[in-house]
């Protein structure tokens, strides 16, 4: 579900308009973070927890471009994501692996 994006159905793009694949937008005041809002949220309530994690740990501090993302979506690692964990007799990375992806590539975005 953290791939939901919009296809062209209006009726699937507003539901996706809020609830998919992650989107965030970093407040800053200056060049410091002051906020993360969370614009699309993963249907399991992931996005919010990350997006709490980092407004605890970097509101007033500048964003760093290298490590923001990646410790976004390690944190992800930390919720209990609703996404398959196990990968057997597969070369398929596992869905919440491809999960912690989606939420490190909102915050790449977000840095953008």
């Known amino acids: 579900m953290c791939e939901l994006e919009e296809n062209g159905n209006p009726?699937?793009?507003e539901f996706v308009s809020k609830i998919g694949k992650p989107?965030?937008?970093l407040v800053l005041d200056g060049n410091k973070l002051k906020d993360v809002d969370v614009l699309r949220?993963?249907?399991c309530g992931?996005?919010?927890f990350v997006a709490d994690y980092i407004?605890?740990?970097?509101v007033g501090q500048v964003p760093d471009p290298e490590?923001?993302?990646t410790?976004?979506?390690?944190?992800?690692?930390?919720?209990?994501c609703r996404a398959a964990k196990m990968r057997l007799f597969s070369d398929?990375?596992?869905?919440?692996?491809?999960?912690s992806g989606h939420h490190s590539d909102a915050f790449e975005e977000a840095l953008k």
């Open 11 to 13: 009726t699937f793009d």
């Open 23 to 25: 989107k965030i937008e």
């Open 41 to 43: 949220t993963s249907p």
């Open 46 to 48: 992931s996005t919010a």
């Open 55 to 58: 407004n605890e740990k970097y």
């Open 67 to 69: 490590n923001l993302p």
């Open 71 to 80: 410790e976004a979506g390690l944190k992800l690692q930390h919720y209990p």
């Open 92 to 99: 398929e990375e596992c869905k919440k692996q491809m999960a």
